[in-house]
């Protein structure tokens, strides 16, 4: 059963450090999304690839965050430098664009706390 | 951008009730919609989804029905089980076009089901 991970699964840090969360994506899916969870916000998109090219990243904070896929099975989400506010649940979720289906599979998620 | 309302955000049932979550859309565009159930510390996994073409689905014990018109859609559960706990949450899709797009979510509905 394929699924999507993540890693790490936490993280603490200290407000100013950068973070690098990673995600690998289903096999053959060509489509990775990055999800932000917060109890004020909800679930909300930052970004979006498709076969490694970013289509949509107006949901990121651009100053701190950056998002890339250095190859089909890694994606991967910096904050340089990390603020408390940046303290939530990061998912990843992969698909296949043109395969039939509109589902997205979610990872397990990093949970990022920054103090 | 889209905008999905989510109500009611706490709902509780007796084992063996059902349950309805609705959920509004603002985008006429949208036209693909699944609902995700989220336990607690865990990735949100699909339940079941309704394209636009389509005026209801149904899965065993789950069922969406959608409302163009209106641009409502909604989650039935009927014969509720405690294992349904969970955060459930609705979305819409922008696919441009494509298969596979971004997810707008709504707040979500935590449903707790007693024995």
């Known amino acids: 059963d394929a699924r999507v991970t993540q890693t790490p699964r936490d993280k603490v840090t200290e407000m100013g450090q950068e973070v690098t969360m990673r995600c690998q994506p289903i096999?053959?899916?060509?489509?990775v999304f990055w999800y932000r969870q917060t109890m004020m916000q909800g679930l909300e998109l930052l970004a979006y690839?498709?076969?490694?090219?970013?289509?949509?990243d107006s949901g990121m904070p651009k100053d701190r965050f950056s998002a890339e896929m250095p190859d089909a099975t890694l994606a991967t989400l910096k904050i340089q430098p990390s603020e408390p506010r940046d303290s939530a649940v990061y998912f990843c979720?992969?698909?296949?664009?043109?395969?039939?289906?509109?589902?997205?599979?979610f990872g397990p998620g990093t949970r990022l706390t920054v103090l | 951008g889209e905008n999905v309302e989510q109500h009611p955000s706490t709902l509780s049932v007796q084992e063996g009730d059902s349950a309805v979550i609705k959920c509004t859309y603002s985008d006429s565009a949208s036209n693909y919609f699944p609902w995700y159930k989220q336990e607690l510390g865990k990735r949100p996994q699909l339940i079941i989804d309704i394209r636009s073409n389509v005026g209801e689905k149904k899965d065993q014990r789950i069922a969406v029905t959608l409302n163009k018109t209106a641009k409502h859609f909604s989650l039935h559960i009927t014969e509720t089980q405690p294992e349904d706990s969970a955060v459930y949450f609705c979305a819409a899709s922008d696919d441009r076009g494509s298969t596979l797009g971004r997810l707008y979510f709504g707040r979500g509905t935590q449903l707790t089901v007693w024995p």
């Open positions: 096999l053959g899916h060509n489509t």
């Open positions: 690839f498709r076969n490694r090219a970013p289509l949509d």
């Open positions: 979720a992969s698909g296949s664009e043109g395969g039939g289906t509109d589902t997205q599979y």
